[in-house]
């Protein structure tokens, strides 16, 4: 079975600092993986995505993720934080299902929220 | 681009009332599935679809029906309506069965009181 563990439902940094949101996902297959962004009393953007290829993904407003399969990992960081970043993370993994395991769904995590303080 | 389109955005039930939280894409996906989301436990799928005529559960299904007809709705019928269920709800829809690209619809706040 697989499943998402976000390290931490809230993480505060300061505006200029690192971001570092931690995601592990188990997994016997190599899996599809997501990172989304929710701003409030909104939906759901995509940040990221890992299919196959280079572990190293790059995505939209300057986050970056690597996928590491020694450590069943796939964190997302920032170099730098801005206050415009603020807004609940959600890193996600397709597992399959139906039968025969013929079909996907994306199992997401319980989420971390991300503060930026001035 | 419409992409996916979820009505009502908000609404507030009574408890025992029915309602249909509607669904509908326009870029001919066969993949559509309900996710519900309530704070601390991120997204858990409802039911999905894998095309017009298919459906099945996913890890909350209990009080939930959906249909799906055609390959562009996908509604979601609360029969019922209970406290439980209030929540935030997403659509989303894909073409291809790994999830590589799916998206999602803009959500609908449902509070049960």
């Known amino acids: 079975a697989q499943s998402v563990t976000q390290l931490g439902s809230h993480v505060s940094v300061s505006e200029g600092a690192l971001v570092l949101l931690r995601c592990n996902y188990s997994?016997?297959?190599?899996?599809?993986l997501f990172w989304y962004v929710q701003y409030p009393n909104q939906g759901l953007q995509l940040l990221l995505k890992?299919?196959?290829?280079a572990t190293l993904v790059k995505g939209i407003n300057g986050f970056e993720a690597e996928f590491k399969k020694s450590e069943t990992s796939f964190h997302l960081t920032k170099p730098s934080a801005h206050m415009s970043d603020a807004a609940e993370y959600f890193c996600?993994?397709?597992?399959?299902w139906g039968s025969g395991g013929s079909n996907y769904k994306l199992t997401f995590g319980k989420g971390t929220l991300l503060t930026v303080n001035p | 681009n419409a992409g996916v389109t979820q009505t009502p955005k908000f609404q507030v039930l009574k408890t025992g009332q029915s309602m249909t939280l509607q669904c509908a894409q326009d870029?001919?996906?066969?993949?559509m599935s309900w996710y519900r989301q309530d704070p601390g436990m991120g997204l858990r799928l409802i039911h999905y679809?894998?095309?017009?005529?298919?459906?099945d559960q996913g890890e909350v299904p209990n009080g939930y029906n959906v249909s799906r007809s055609t390959t562009e709705d996908f509604p979601l019928r609360l029969l019922s309506a209970a406290p439980s269920q209030t929540s935030v709800y997403f659509c989303?829809?894909?073409?291809?069965?790994?999830?590589?690209?799916?998206?999602f619809g803009e959500g609908s706040w449902l509070t049960v009181v």
């Open positions: 989303a829809s894909s073409s291809d069965r790994n999830g590589n690209t799916i998206y």
């Open positions: 870029m001919n996906h066969e993949y």
């Open positions: 679809s894998v095309g017009a005529g298919i459906t």
């Open positions: 997994s016997s297959v190599p899996p599809y």
């Open positions: 890992y299919t196959t290829g």
């Open positions: 996600a993994v397709t597992k399959s």
